[in-house]
């Protein structure tokens, strides 16, 4: 497991915003992550100022995604 792989391991279930190359970006909670996919459940599709509820479980392909980003908790 590379370095990076265990940072993101640290962070399992907690929500992220993840941008992919082509633009979508998905709010959901980190369930899963592995060489290949990561895994989004209690999930988003964010469009604009939009947030639509995804039915069940998003998988995304680690290759498609340019950037993820942790939100600051709300206060």
Do not use: C, H, W
């Amino acid at each position: 497991m590379s370095r990076r792989d265990r940072l993101i391991r640290q962070v399992l279930r907690e929500r992220f915003v993840v941008t992919l190359v082509g633009g979508e970006s998905f709010d959901g909670l980190l369930m899963d992550i592995d060489d290949q996919t990561i895994q989004l459940v209690d999930a988003f599709a964010l469009d604009g100022n939009s947030r639509v509820s995804v039915d069940g479980t998003v998988y995304l392909r680690r290759s498609e995604v340019s950037y993820m980003q942790k939100p600051e908790p709300s206060r």
